[in-house]
Structures are given as C-alpha cells and as structure tokens.
C-alpha cells in the first residue's frame, strides 16, 4: 500500500473510529485499489468487502479484524489493537528479495533507473521480481509513485567522454527510426535492436560525463527508448516482459522531467491492460496521465490517452464512459496538434480517433457502429502506417461478419491477408486468427471458403501469419 494513503486524514478518522467499512472504501480509493485487489490483500471476500463499504455488513470478529488491519500493513499506530506487525513481514520475503531494484518505493534515483534498464533488457529477473512486475498492484504503485515522486539531480563529473549534444542527437534520430520502422514493417524487426540500443544508452549514462542539460536529455531518450521497445516486445507476442521496460521508462521519464515522456509509457502500459484482461488498469494509467498533463497544453497527447481509456472502458462494457471518453478525444484532435505535443505523437490523427472508436464499438458489441467507425478510419489514416491499417482492417473484418455481411466481410479480410503476407507482428497475427475463427461457422459460403483456403495455403507455405 502507499505510505502516503496513512497519512490521509480521512483514512486515521475512520481507523480511529474502528469504522473500518468507511477505512476499506477510502483505503482503496486513494490507493488506486479493486476491491478484488483488497480481497486479495485481506483474505475477506470481494463480496463481503462490498457490503462492507455499503454498510449492510459490518467487521466485528476480533480476529478477521486483525486479518484485515495486518493485510493491508495498516501502521500499529493508527489502530487501538495490539497488530502482529510480525506476522505480515513473516508472510513475504524481504523487499530486496521480493522486488529488487523493481520495487516501486526505492527512491527514484539514477542507479535504480539503470537498475530497472538492466531488469528490462537483460530479462534475468528473479520469478518473485518477474511476479512484482507483472501484478496489479505494482502498477498502481509505480503510478502513484512517478506521480509523487522528486527527481534528482543528473550531472556526473567522471573520467569518461563528454556526452555531446551531436552525439545526443544522432541518438534520438535512432530511437526514431525504429519508431518508423516498427510502424511500417511491424515490431518482429526492430525488438531486438530496440534492446541493443537501450544497452548503449545505458552505457552512456553510467560511463560519461554530462551536465545537468545533457543528463536530462540523455535520460529522455531512455525514456523514448525504453517505452517503444517495451511495445515493440509486447507486439511481438510477449507479454510478461513489456511492464518491464514500460516501469524503467517512468523512471527514465521521472530523470529527465518530462512528464509527457511518463504519461506516453503509461499509454502503453493502458495498451497492455487492455489487451490481457486487466482493463481496469488501463482506465487507471490513462487517468493518471491525463491528470499529469492537463494544463500544458497537449491536445493530442491528450486525445490519444483518452482512446486509451476508451478502450478500457469498453472492456469493461461501460458503454457511456467509452463514448464520452471518445467524443472528447474527437474534439481535441480536431484542435490540431500544439506546439507542446511531443515529437514522437505524430501518428495521432482523425484516422486514429475512428479506428479506435470503431474497436470500442467491437467490444461494446455493436458491430453496425463499428463499421462506420473503420470505414471513416480507412479513409484518414496515415498509409504508411501498415500494422495499424492491418489492425483495423482485421476488425472491420469481424465487424460485417458480425452483422451477416459475408461479402463485404470477405473483401476485408483480403486485404488483412495481403498485409498479413509482409507484416511481422504477433499482435496483428492474433488479430488475424480472430478474424479466420469468424468465418469457420460459415466456411460453406463461397466468399469465406475462399478466404479460409488462402489462409490455410499461408500457413502451410510458412507466411508470417
């Protein structure tokens, strides 16, 4: 839990008052908690916690209230009760043993940043490190602390080379080029040099000498770095390793001050939850972000977190909350980029907006929606942009087959197999395998049999789908 939930004075009135349905509502809510995440903590049930924050139910056995106090690790001083602190240490290995450099409340200084960078790309973690990584709650604990926590000062004086701004430029001019290339040609080319190019800028941050200025910058392009190439693993079908990189980012991002360059690693982060059955934390990380970034001025970077809450939200079947989420994401794109939105957000634009509606409306289960939504997408999108397209396309797909439309339906799906024939992404080949499952039920229709037997000629000839 996060120190500074004890310190909220709403939560010590409510412990002092053994009002604990009132402490188990408040303790969630500041700490960014599910209450299947409390239930896990506690040992209580989801059900009984529920009715416990309504107030049907209330927490009177003496020891499911040590049970509940001890789970949470509520401080002996906040609780007139004799807690067995004991016992709550004795129930987990040690921080350093659990959470290594991992742990989310070390400080957020320059070693644990190149400790993280080492976790991310050298994948030796330890399975209970791996198991931090990869929790709920660790995520919401590293949100909470990117969000509090100081960054300290990066200027080094060693015997190594300066770091110069020619030498920083060139870097940044190869973060972006795998950003291009992964657009284009998918993440199966560019993970594994992704990886390399973090070791070198890891290198470069431990061994030269830079100022306040070039450290900064350094630890940006870290951020950049780390956060693409945690995207360009999960895209290529990993995912327990990308939080890895993503968490390194936000310490990165932290270093170099740059709050975009945070609130862009948790866009990922979002992606992530949406896309293994989290959604929650999507809505979680986008909220968070877009609370960081508010006031300076970023219309896109704004909309592109709000299509990731979105998504969310329509995991979730929130039906309203997805479309306001989206309309206000509509409205901001429509601003047109500022001249505070990052670099690296140039492929936001009205294609974007669509295309992700349209998968909201997917989800929602309202293929009419969207299909209109894809048509639109098609329409605008950037088309160099080919995994994306391939994405969408995969949906729209779906979507007429969902709605009985085999023919357009068919078209569709030819054209997701002819990027699927140059496209290295794993993501994209699930999307695809989604699409192929679609038609079995109607493999006796001409259009889909069609479909299904060049498929099955791919497959069997050792196309990347």
Same mark, same amino acid.
């Given at each position: 839990m996060p120190e500074y939930v004890w310190f909220d004075p709403d939560v010590r009135d409510a412990l002092a008052a053994w009002d604990f349905g009132q402490a188990c509502r408040l303790i969630r809510l500041r700490g960014s908690l599910r209450q299947d995440d409390m239930a896990q903590l506690t040992g209580l049930s989801q059900a009984f916690l529920s009715m416990l924050e309504a107030g049907s139910r209330r927490l009177t056995n003496i020891d499911k209230i040590v049970e509940f106090l001890t789970g949470l690790?509520?401080?002996?001083?906040?609780?007139?009760?004799?807690?067995?602190?004991?016992?709550?240490?004795?129930s987990q290995p040690p921080r350093d043993q659990f959470a290594g450099d991992a742990d989310p409340t070390l400080p957020w200084t320059t070693v644990?940043?190149?400790?993280?960078?080492?976790?991310?790309?050298?994948?030796?973690? *330890?399975?209970?490190?791996? &198991?931090?990584?990869?929790?709920?709650?660790?995520?919401?604990? &590293?949100?909470?602390?990117?969000?509090?926590?100081?960054?300290?000062?990066?200027?080094? @004086?060693?015997?190594?080379?300066?770091?110069?701004?020619?030498?920083?430029?060139?870097?940044?001019?190869?973060?972006?080029?795998?950003?291009? *290339?992964?657009?284009?040609?998918g993440s199966g080319t560019v993970?594994?040099?992704?990886?390399?190019?973090?070791? &070198?800028?890891?290198?470069?941050?431990?061994?030269?000498?830079?100022?306040?200025?070039?450290?900064r910058r350094l630890a940006a392009i870290i951020a950049d770095t780390a956060t693409q190439t945690g995207w360009f693993v999960f895209d290529s079908g990993n995912r327990d390793r990308p939080l890895g990189y993503l968490y390194a980012a936000l310490r990165a991002a932290k270093a170099s001050q740059d709050v975009r360059l945070g609130a862009g690693a948790l866009s990922y982060i979002a992606i992530h939850g949406y896309s293994t059955g989290t959604p929650h934390h999507a809505v979680t990380a986008a909220?968070?972000?877009?609370?960081?970034?508010?006031?300076?001025?970023?219309?896109?970077?704004?909309? *592109?977190?709000?299509?990731?809450?979105?998504?969310? %939200? @329509?995991k979730l079947g929130e039906r309203h909350a997805s479309l306001t989420a989206l309309g206000?994401?509509?409205?901001?794109?429509?601003?047109?980029?500022?001249?505070?939105?990052? %670099?690296?957000?140039?492929?936001?634009?009205?294609?974007?907006?669509?295309?992700?509606?349209?998968?909201?409306?997917?989800?929602?289960?309202?293929?009419?929606?969207?299909?209109?939504?894809?048509t639109k997408a098609r329409q605008a999108l950037n088309s160099g942009d080919h995994r994306t397209r391939g994405l969408f396309l995969s949906r729209a797909a779906t979507a007429h087959i969902a709605q009985g439309d085999l023919e357009a339906g068919c078209a569709t799906a030819h054209e997701v197999l002819d990027l699927a024939e140059t496209l290295q992404s794993a993501r994209f080949d699930n999307h695809v395998t989604s699409m192929i499952r679609e038609l079995q039920p109607v493999a006796h229709n001409a259009y889909a049999q069609e479909v299904l037997e060049r498929r099955a000629a791919m497959v069997a000839t050792g196309s990347r789908t």
């Open positions: 690790d509520v401080p002996a001083e906040l609780v007139a009760l004799p807690l067995p602190q004991s016992r709550a240490n004795a644990r940043m190149v400790a993280a960078l080492d976790t991310a790309v050298g994948d030796s973690t *330890m399975d209970r490190r791996r &198991f931090l990584t990869a929790s709920g709650i660790a995520l919401t604990a &590293f949100v909470n602390a990117w969000d509090s926590a100081e960054a300290e000062p990066l200027g080094r @004086a060693v015997g190594g080379s300066r770091l110069t701004n020619e030498l920083l430029d060139g870097l940044q001019r190869t973060t972006d080029s795998l950003r291009t *290339m992964d657009a284009s040609d993970a594994g040099l992704g990886d390399r190019h973090l070791q &070198f800028l890891r290198h470069l941050m431990v061994s030269t000498s830079y100022d306040e200025a070039a450290g909220r968070r972000a877009r609370d960081k970034i508010k006031k300076l001025g970023t219309p896109a970077l704004e909309a *592109m977190l709000l299509t990731r809450q979105a998504r969310g %939200h @329509a206000q994401a509509a409205e901001l794109c429509a601003q047109g980029r500022s001249e505070h939105d990052p %670099h690296w957000l140039y492929w936001i634009n009205e294609g974007e907006i669509h295309g992700q509606a349209g998968s909201c409306y997917l989800d929602l289960g309202d293929p009419r929606s969207a299909v209109a939504s894809f």
